[in-house]
Nanobody, 126 residues
Framework: QVQLVESGGGLVQAGGSLRLSCAASGRTFSNYGMAWFRQAPGNERDFVAT????????RYAESVEGRFTIYRDNFKNTVYLQMNSLKPEDTAVYFC???????????????????WGQGTQVTVSS
C-alpha cells in the first residue's frame, strides 16, 4: 500500500517562503512521477506542479510559475515543493499525489493520480 505523508506547512507572511515535503513509501518511488495539488476553502482541488521520475521534466500551474519549484530526491523517496514569494491567494491545503502509471509522463489532472496524502495547511497572511 502506497503511503504519502506531507509536512512543512504553516503560517507565513506574504512574500515569505515555505518548503513542503512529501515522503512516499509502498512502491518503487523512482519509477513514478509525482505532483502537488492544493485546495482552498470553498474551491475545487487545483493542480500546482508535477515532476517526472528523475526530475528532468516539470510542469507548473500558471499561477505559481516562477515562484514555486518542485523537485525530488529519489534516495530519500521524497518530493518537495519550494514556495517563494508567497501570496495570500496561495493559502490552501496542499496535497501530494502519486499517479497510476509509471514512466516519464507528467500529468496535471486529478484523475491521473491514484494515491493522495492527507494534506498540509499553508496560510499566507497579508
Amino acid at each position: 500500500q502506497v503511503q504519502l505523508v506531507e509536512s512543512g506547512g504553516g503560517l507565513v507572511q506574504a512574500g515569505g517562503s515555505l518548503r513542503l515535503s512529501c515522503a512516499a513509501s509502498g512502491r518503487t518511488f523512482s519509477n513514478y512521477g509525482m505532483a502537488w495539488f492544493r485546495q482552498a476553502p470553498g474551491n475545487e482541488r487545483d493542480f500546482v506542479a508535477t515532476i517526472n521520475w528523475n526530475g528532468g521534466l516539470t510542469r507548473y500551474a500558471e499561477s505559481v510559475e516562477g515562484r514555486f519549484t518542485i523537485y525530488r530526491d529519489n534516495f530519500k523517496n521524497t518530493v518537495y515543493l519550494q514556495m517563494n514569494s508567497l501570496k495570500p491567494e496561495d493559502t490552501a491545503v496542499y496535497f501530494c499525489a502519486a499517479p497510476y502509471a509509471a514512466g516519464n509522463s507528467v500529468y496535471n489532472g486529478q484523475s491521473d493520480y491514484r494515491y493522495w496524502g492527507q494534506g498540509t495547511q499553508v496560510t499566507v497572511s497579508s
